[in-house]
């Protein structure tokens, strides 16, 4: 996909991701011609506000461990995500660091995300919680490195965070759940804006403040739990299911569609094989605003995941 500078205006955001995403679909059609079934090349990439470009789609890795993490996140890489989405709390880094090498995969086109916990807040223990996570992914560099919650010494992590940043050690840095005050009272003492927020999002609780609020200040929005991990019976909702019939697709894949035209990256886990390659096939399809605005009126603006807040 062409980069989408988020300086510009949501509109145009959305416009270019659309059309972007029919050059991506060519590329699969080529899967369908019966070669690969999604190729990195599919995947449209988003320009973040500090110029590097991120996956619009990758795969996540909660509550994958040991074994089955190294071989759901290897078998990812081969199936054509580019995004792996980890945690120090997922306890599951140094499984997705055995399996980025067993993929044997040029570590420049990986974007490598990992979240520094509540627990190493603050300047000095965000510094020896990212070598700890460098280490245990056997990586000299990290993409996008997020501060999971929003607790703790927030302001110490962020300036630790901004100055390996300006080190080259990574990427891109963001943040995780925080909302739009959470965000401003950092921004009050912070130098460098973040590129990311990654917030619990999915049609239940659709963020549209949030959203509102990242848009016009260029960072991008990043959804957790795309699929709300199927609870309140999202899988089979009617509504869902009726636009995903239209379109000969499935309620997943009519879901990852829906967070990517509204312009969010989605990192949707599965330790399944089939699942994780139906996820990529989202780009061949389009939904119409009308599926757009029937998407829309599903928001209870309520979170499936009360345990966590
Ligand atoms: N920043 C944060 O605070 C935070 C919090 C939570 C999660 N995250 C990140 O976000 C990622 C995604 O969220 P999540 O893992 O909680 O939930 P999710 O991606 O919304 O849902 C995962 C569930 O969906 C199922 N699934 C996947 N593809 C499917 C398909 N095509 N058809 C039917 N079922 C399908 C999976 O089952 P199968 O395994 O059987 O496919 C799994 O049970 C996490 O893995 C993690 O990386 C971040």
Not at 102 to 118: A, E, Y
Not at 137 to 154: C, F, M, S, W
Request: glycine share 6%; charged share 20%.
């Amino acid at each position: 996909m062409s980069s989408t500078p988020c300086s510009r205006p949501a509109a145009i955001n959305r416009r270019s991701l659309l059309k972007s995403g029919t050059a991506a679909a060519a590329a699969l059609a080529f899967g369908r011609l019966g070669r690969a079934v999604a190729t990195a090349a599919a995947i449209p990439q988003v320009r973040l506000n500090n110029g590097v470009s991120m996956p619009m789609l990758g795969f996540g890795t909660y509550s994958l461990r040991g074994d089955l993490c190294t071989e759901s996140v290897a078998d990812a890489i081969a199936a054509g995500y580019r995004l792996i989405d980890t945690a120090k709390v997922y306890q599951n880094e140094e499984a997705v660091g055995a399996a980025i090498k067993k993929s044997g995969i040029d570590r420049k086109l990986l974007f490598v995300t990992s979240k520094i916990w509540v627990d190493d807040s603050g300047y000095d223990k965000a510094k020896l919680a990212f070598q700890e996570t460098l280490d245990k992914l056997q990586l000299e560099y990290l993409d996008l490195y997020l501060i999971h919650r929003p607790r703790g010494d927030v302001n110490g992590s962020w300036r630790a965070m901004e100055e390996l940043n300006a080190a080259g050690k990574i990427r891109a840095i963001g943040l995780s759940n925080f909302d739009p005050a959470q965000y401003a009272s950092l921004m009050a003492a912070a130098k460098t804006k973040p590129a990311v927020n990654q917030v619990e999002t999915h049609p239940i609780l659709q963020e549209k403040v949030e959203l509102a609020t990242l848009e016009p200040a260029t960072v991008r929005m990043e959804a957790w739990a795309p699929f709300g991990e199927g609870r309140d019976g999202l899988f089979t909702n009617p509504t869902l299911q009726t636009i995903a019939g239209k379109h000969g697709k499935t309620v997943a894949q009519t879901m990852l569609r829906w967070h990517y035209q509204r312009g969010v990256v989605a990192i949707p886990r599965s330790s399944n094989p089939a699942h994780r390659r139906e996820n990529l096939a989202i780009w061949d399809f389009q939904l119409t605003p009308e599926d757009m605005r029937t998407i829309a009126a599903l928001d209870q603006n309520r979170s499936l995941f009360p345990e966590w807040t």
